[in-house]
């Protein structure tokens, strides 16, 4: 592509970029989470201005409100401890964009603010913004922060009309040769390539263009770590990999968000929405098990990959044969690597993982601001494959390390809905004070805590059983 038209502020409410971890120094001699920007989307850069240089290699945590950054730090750290591909949503207040300027030097005069912008803000410095991140390679997430507030509820939150500004349905209005070879930049010189071994990589992120008016519409732009190129022979055990394989595995995925219509209540952002399959691979004298999840946005398709399985295969049946079948959903937290085992025995997963659903992230009245609270992903679940990013409201979290969950469920017994927010469905559900599993996971955490809290104790209660 070789131009692009830019939004005008106030027309775009949600950005990408890419963010490289770290831990530096705690205030108490310990170590804490850094999350360095490294790219931003040329969207972002632009409505920067000037200031879109002083952002780079800078920690976005420092941009989260002061009340709200060291339980955000938390929240996040425990978010990303999961090394595969799912995903997680944290509700905050964050700087907005004027502040963000005046932090790296924009002098007030030179700063241009949207008409009409305290509708969507919470004050002159902030505003209510949902952080979804995802691992999309060793060493590198992708982040979209998204603005909650809505300056037409009807009008933002209808398909039809996305092209009016300030839609739910965000997305990129495409990448410039120049603006790829920046992000290759960007990601080359903050990323070490994962260790060359005889086998491919265990993770592949690649960029495709999307044109919505072409029969063969998308077309791949970038893709990490460096492929094998094309010129050359593909010899096994060189510890490369074809990344038009790894491109030809999106096509059999159907990505029709129509097919995802939002539940009554719920709000569809496109960067919330994951498409998921899973793929056999037998190729390069080996056989391997590849997650799959996408992430369309707009005029481009993010695709992450991950091999959570490989053997090699016998000489006698090497070759360029693809085995498998992709199971397109929508997706609320993406898959974990293994299906799940519990209680000794695998679970049957396929009819959950079949079905799919929409998880997005919860609506609140009016300007109201939730109270902290997050989802923990529970170390053990039953349904095996799960599904996507998941809303969570950034809270108090006690770290977990298994990082996965089960897909959304209706709750036990005669228990129609829960009894704190009134959701009809959570990836699991808990138990009360009066010992009904009548609360969501989100509310039963809230309340392991407040009890923790008035017991004195440090950690929420453990998982009910």
Known sequence: MSTITIPSLGQVRCYWALLVPHYGP??????????????????????????????????????????????????LSSAIQSDDLQGSVTRMRFSRLSRIRQMR?????????????????????????????????DGLLLAFLHAIKDFDPQANNDPNRKNEGWSNFCGSAG????????????????????????YPPTRVFQVHSVDHNAAHATSMVFTWPPARPTDKPSPQYDGLYDADEYADLMRGVDMDPNALAAKPGEVRTNCTTRFGAEHSIRTEGLYRHVTSVFIPYGNITFACFQTTNLYELPNQTTGAVHEGWTLPQQAARAHPPQPAVSNGQQQDWRPEYERGYAAQVPTFPGSEYPAHETYVPPAQYDAGYSHGPESVNHAPAAPTRGGSTRPLVRPPGEVDKCRGCGTRESPEWRKGENGVKDLCNACGLKLARAVAKREGRQKPRKKDK
């Open 175 to 198: 990448m410039t040769e120049e603006n790829i070879q920046t992000l290759q930049q960007s990601i080359s010189t903050n990323v070490t390539p994962p260790s060359r071994t005889r």
């Open 105 to 137: 030097g924009a002098q007030p005069n030179d700063i241009t603010l949207p008409p009409n912008v305290e509708t969507v803000t919470e004050d002159s410095e902030y505003l209510i913004m949902d952080l979804v991140l995802n691992w999309v390679a």
């Open 26 to 75: 705690a205030p108490d001699g310990g170590s804490q989470l850094e999350l360095k920007f490294v790219h931003l989307d040329p969207v972002l850069s632009s409505h920067l201005g000037p200031q879109s240089a002083g952002v780079l290699n800078h920690g976005l945590i420092d941009l989260i409100h002061p009340g709200e950054r060291e339980q955000a730090r938390n929240d």
